[in-house]
């Protein structure tokens, strides 16, 4: 339902939230269900009525989005749930994750589809949805790169498809002069007796590389 925006209902006292959201739903053309109302600071829930919250004539409810639950995977292999909307910026899940494990968000950097998200966009816009899985790397931003498998193989062209991550990350660091901490592929950190070929990396592979603080 459009931000701001008042209906006037006319319900009975038996109706349960259900029924008003249905109701709403009728009145502005599209579903509602997914939403929430909350009526003198609390949370109604479908299946009570009206009288249970003791809601008279006149009283106005606020209809509000629903949380969703996401996941977000630790880089020691531990998976956490968060609740959130999806109209929350990136920066609001690094401060619900460090109130939950108390990880700084100055060190946190959040991938989902292989992407590293900004602080400053919403989930909804990176089409982040209820049970979606992220990718935690402990790591600032700043120490995050992007790189293509081509801008390696510019310096190593005859580069064999048995060639190790670990060995992979030397490579990366001669190139970008820095020392690889880790290398990630669609969020996933690569293990270092993998080979290239195990993880399927080419030329368009675009890889994360997260580089050690000097």
């Known amino acids: ?15 349960t939230v259900h029924d008003v959201k249905a109701i709403v739903g009728s009145m502005v053309g599209f579903s509602v269900s997914d939403q929430s109302l909350v009526y003198a600071g609390n949370l109604l829930e479908d299946s009570k009525t009206l009288a249970c919250y003791d809601i008279k004539e006149e009283a106005i409810l606020k209809m509000v989005p629903s949380t969703i639950q996401i996941f977000v995977k630790r880089w020691n292999g531990v998976t956490m749930t968060l609740d959130v909307y999806q109209q929350d910026t990136v920066q609001d899940v690094k401060n619900k994750i460090f109130h939950k494990v108390g990880l700084p968000v100055n060190v946190l950097s959040l991938v989902y589809a292989g992407k590293l998200l900004d602080n400053g966009r919403d989930l909804a816009s990176y089409g982040i949805q209820k049970h979606s899985t992220l990718h935690q790397l402990y790591c600032p931003s700043a120490l995050l790169r992007h790189m293509k498998f081509s801008e390696i193989t510019e310096f190593f062209p005859s580069l064999p498809d048995s060639t190790t991550i670990c060995n992979l990350k ?4 001669t190139v970008l002069k820095s020392p690889v901490k880790e290398v990630f592929l669609c969020g996933k950190a690569l293990q270092d007796h993998f080979c290239l070929v195990d993880y399927d990396i080419r030329k368009s592979t675009v890889l994360v590389v997260a580089l050690q603080e000097r």
């Open 170 to 173: 030397v490579l990366i660091a």
């Open 1 to 15: 339902m459009p931000a701001g925006k008042i209906l006037k209902l006319e319900v009975k006292v038996l109706y």
